[in-house]
DNA sequence: TTTCCTGCAAAAGCTTTGCAAGTAC
DNA sequence: GTACTTGCAAAGCTTTTGCAGGAAA
């Protein structure tokens, strides 16, 4: 991911693109953990000292609005954000960490549920479906 | 739900069986709302004038910790805690609500993720899957 | 040049914790 | 009697907000 790519992306998504968005858009893009606010911002801040924490909230809120970014509800803790959109499965571990499911098992997973199972859930609550999380609660074998 | 056999669940799993106990797992049994702290602080005083919030969440916490409830992570606010402890599914509307979806097409969500690939999962990842959530997310049509 | 964004600090909201008194077992 | 729980207040952490200055379009 380059600053001109995350700069397209923001445009395409009906954002302003400034420097502090695109920095962390480019933080959450590079990495396959789903930090945290404030683990964004330290990441942020090692290049750009002036980097204020509520702009990192107030970006992650405009990113995630726009469809650029998912943020994933923590039981414990800060809220983590996600640059993959995709839907794919979470595996929560018991310390609160949040892990992808592999692609192509999240993918079974996800084929799993069938289409027309979600229009008829659609019918009968009257809403519209936006998209479907699956979260796995797991335990690791050594804790 | 009586208050005997809430005194009951609260010993058979562990845990001692006081009255604040008794009205917290009381207020959370008797709705199907997925109330979070505050509101069931505010239940349980309008009989138990003296009761606190910090004794909610202690509570709220051993429930959880004990298989009595689940907390439901929120992606807005404050989490929000359910006393029906079976894998059913939930929706999530664009305003921050939880709610339950209906039974029976709760268990054809689940019903379609297959053991198997559990297993398989659980096999690839080294843990042992404790449960899955499905959440959908969902816009009302009126908003 | 208009509108939106940033940075700072302060506030707000949610949750946990320390401790003395009280209660379950 | 012992160990755990409660209630209160205070602290802790996460997130939002007001506002003046600054940048994007």
Redesign the pocket.
Known sequence: MTRQKA?QL??DHG???????ED?YLALASTKLHK???ELFETVRAN?P?????????????LAASGLCRRLP?A????RYDADVSEHAHLVTADGRVVDVPMDLSNQLHSAIEPTLIREIEKRLGVKINGLSIELRGADPRS
Chains 1, 2 share one sequence.
Not at 15 to 21: F, I, K, P, S, V
Not at 50 to 62: D, F, K, R
Not at 76 to 79: E, R
């Open positions: 700069k923001l445009r954002l302003r693109a400034t420097r502090q968005r962390v945290c606010a404030d750009q002036g980097m204020s924490l509520a702009t990192v909230y107030n970006t992650l809120e405009a923590n414990t803790g800060a809220s």
